[in-house]
């Protein structure tokens, strides 16, 4: 049994929105066995006001969201990460600083909805899609029999997680 919630750290290049809709995802539906966070190489300064539009219309507390640099993880005395996901391609590839705690990684990429172009409601259905899209990972990640697994079996399964782009693709 462990003494404190796994930690999560969730990736992006710029930290306003997949890595912070992962971040809220999480802490809500992981609560008491999860402490996500998010953070990106270059950070945009902000989170993206759809990132937070939708979350607030969905229940999530927002209030202490926002667009910060992965350099607060990885600098000397910053608490351990057990988990690192990158939730897009350009983070994937970057070098990374040192992390505390030697912690697992998965890339989960999904597309990027603050790219998305076209009317409002386009717009809105593509942050609305990469919210899903990080819920259905996150909920098999919450699901995982942490306590059962060995490392090799653990890391070979996040990797599996991330790959579930078109399989769970609404029809």
Known sequence: MRDRAFTVL?????????????ESI???????????FSAGSQP??????QTLAL????????SALRSK?????????????????????NA???TCPIWPGKPMTAHWGISDPAAADGTGA????????????????IDLFVALPFEKLDSMTMQSRLRDIGRLDQAVASP
């Open 44 to 49: 945009k300064g902000e989170v993206h006001p």
């Open 69 to 89: 640099t992965w350099a607060e993880f990885a600098a000397p005395g910053a608490a351990p990460i057990d988990f690192i996901f990158t939730v897009c391609d």
């Open 55 to 62: 979350l607030s219309s969905l229940g999530h507390d927002i």
């Open 92 to 94: 994937a590839g970057e």
């Open 26 to 36: 999480l802490n809500r539906s992981g609560a008491g066995k999860f402490q996500a």
């Open 122 to 137: 386009e717009i809105a259905l593509a942050f609305k899609e990469a919210y899903r899209m990080l819920g259905r990972r």
């Open 10 to 22: 969730f990736l992006c290049t710029g930290n306003s929105a997949r890595s912070v809709l992962a």
